[in-house]
C-alpha cells in the first residue's frame, strides 16, 4: 500500500483542483494538489514538498480532513487529506494540465480520479 497525502485549500467558498497531466496514470482526471509521502518523510512534510513541486507555494497543514483506503487497477492507496492554507505564493502550473478553484455545486462538472469521490461526497454534505 502506498502512503499518499493531498490538500483542500479552500479560498473563500470555493476549493482547489488540478487537472492530471495526460501522460500520466489517470491522465486528465482532476484531484487534489499532491502525492507520494517519500521514506523519512512525515505525511505533513511529504504534503509541503509536494505543494511546492507542483504548484510552486507554501502551505501549512492543519487537520486531517479525512483518510481512506483506495484500490486502482495498478496500485493500492491509503490516501490523507489535510485541511491546508496557503502561506505564501499563487498556485502556478508546473507539473499539471490545469487548475482551478470550484464550489461544491460544481463538483459534478469535472471528471475526478476515483480516490476522491468519497472526499468529494463529504465535501457535498459539510458545504453543499
Given at each position: 500500500m502506498v502512503e499518499v497525502v493531498a490538500a483542500l485549500i479552500w479560498q473563500g467558498d470555493r476549493f482547489l483542483i488540478c487537472q492530471r497531466p495526460a501522460h500520466k496514470?489517470?491522465?486528465l482526471l482532476w484531484e487534489f494538489?499532491?502525492?507520494?509521502?517519500?521514506?523519512?518523510?512525515?505525511?505533513?512534510q511529504?504534503?509541503?514538498?509536494?505543494?511546492?513541486e507542483e504548484l510552486d507555494i507554501e502551505v501549512n497543514p492543519e487537520c486531517i480532513y479525512m483518510e481512506l483506503v483506495h484500490t486502482y487497477p495498478d496500485i493500492c492507496v491509503h490516501l490523507?487529506?489535510?485541511?491546508t492554507s496557503i502561506v505564501s505564493g499563487v498556485p502556478k502550473l508546473l507539473e499539471h494540465q490545469a487548475i482551478t478553484y470550484i464550489q461544491?455545486?460544481?463538483i459534478a462538472?469535472?471528471?475526478?480520479?476515483?480516490a476522491d469521490e468519497e472526499i468529494l461526497q463529504r465535501i457535498?454534505?459539510?458545504h453543499g
Open positions: 496514470a489517470r491522465g494538489v499532491g502525492g507520494k509521502v517519500e521514506p523519512g518523510e512525515t505525511k505533513r511529504a504534503l509541503i514538498r509536494e505543494c511546492r490523507t487529506i489535510f485541511e461544491p455545486s460544481e462538472a469535472y471528471d475526478f480520479c476515483p457535498l454534505a459539510d
